[in-house]
Structure formats: C-alpha cells, structure tokens
C-alpha cells in the first residue's frame, strides 16, 4: 500500500530540514509518495532579513542549534551558525516553480542546504539565482517567475489551507489525509505511525518551531 504524505514546511525551519531525512529514511522502508506545501512561517519578517536573537530572543539558539547538531546527525544534515533569519517567501516561490520544471527534489536540498550548513542568505535573490543554476534551472527564467510573483497565490492557498486545519507549526505530516504528526518526532514514531495507518481513529502528536 502507497502511503502518501503532505508536509507543511518552510525553508527556514531547522525542524523541516530534519523532517527530509526523516521521509528520505522512511521512503526506504515504505512505499511513499510525498507532497511538500510552502508554508511561510515568519512572512513579518523583512526583505533583508533578521537577526535570530532579536527576532526570535525567547529561544536559546546556542542551546537550540546544539540539540539540532545532535538530531541531524543521523541523517547526514550538519547545521552551521546560524544567526541570520531571512524572509522566506521567494525562496518558497522558487521551490514552487523548480517543481513546474521538475527539479523540486534537487533545489529542496539545496535551499535547506545553503541555509543552515553553507550560511547562505535565502532570502537575497541572487544568491536564489546561484542556487538555481546550480541545481539545473536557467536563472533568468527563475528570475523572470519571480518577478512575475507567479507563484504568490499558490503559496496563499497552502496558507488558506493550514488555517482550515488549524495547522499552527511546522513540520507538519499528514499521512494519508488522516493521520497528523506535528513536529520531527523521532523514526520510532513515525514508524509506529505507518504501520498502523488504517487505523480509523486520527491521531495527532506533537512539537514544532
């Protein structure tokens, strides 16, 4: 039985870089199909982005990131220094139109990637534009869909669409339409989850950023 998953993400989301490696694993051990939707977690944020401390001073992201370091490590995800937040949004649109031209998997390591390990500012155009080519893409067409905010109703729908399900945090699973998990909960979970997925009861279990 194909198992197909919707996750609610965003690109600045540490949380999701770790829900990747956790559908990759997964993806060896069930027959999956997955939907990643672009959920903009922080659209206050401006176009030059914010730091983390000043932005965010209720989380102790010394504290935070050496917990990340730690849950990353089993699924090769090394996370960097991270103290700038950019705002996410084109780099969101981006996704969006390399899955139009087929390479959504390639730039949605990439964008996750160039953020937390290589430090690179997602949220400058040029620097969207690098990782654009880089994973295949002609730039001055990203370029020109990016102008064009092809891609800005898309991104307003998914939003429209957590609001209805009263989706709050990412990641967020949702297994076959029915079952819910909130947050990058350990394999265990999410195995335990699977197997049991003709379950008639939803379930809901969670932590998020």
């Avoid at 008639?200 to 279990?205: D, E, G, L, Q, V």
Wanted: glycine residues 6%; negative net charge; hydrophobic residues 40%.
């Amino acid at each position: 039985m194909t198992l197909h998953i919707k996750i609610f993400s965003d690109y600045i989301c540490p949380f999701c870089y770790i829900g990747k490696g956790i559908i990759d694993r997964l993806k060896q051990e069930f027959s999956i199909t997955e939907q990643w939707l672009p959920m903009e977690i922080h659209p206050e944020t401006p176009p030059e982005g914010a730091l983390l401390s000043e932005h965010l001073p209720h989380i102790d992201w010394d504290d935070l990131y050496r917990h990340l370091r730690a849950s990353g490590k089993e699924f090769g995800i090394i996370f960097g220094e991270v103290r700038l937040l950019p705002n996410s949004r084109q780099a969101l649109e981006l996704a969006e139109y390399a899955r139009e031209q087929g390479l959504h998997d390639k730039i949605h390591e990439a964008l996750f990637r160039a953020y937390f390990t290589d430090l690179r500012d997602i949220g400058d155009r040029q620097v969207l534009l690098d990782i654009a080519c880089r994973v295949g893409l002609a730039p001055e067409k990203a370029q020109e869909a990016l102008d064009a905010g092809r891609y800005r109703e898309r991104l307003d729908r998914v939003q429209r669409e957590a609001r209805l399900r009263e989706i709050t945090g990412v990641p967020t699973f949702i297994i076959n339409d029915k079952v819910i998990i909130v947050g990058a909960q350990p394999l265990d979970v999410f195995r335990k989850m699977l197997s049991r997925i003709q379950s008639p009861s939803t379930t809901t279990t969670g932590n998020s950023q």
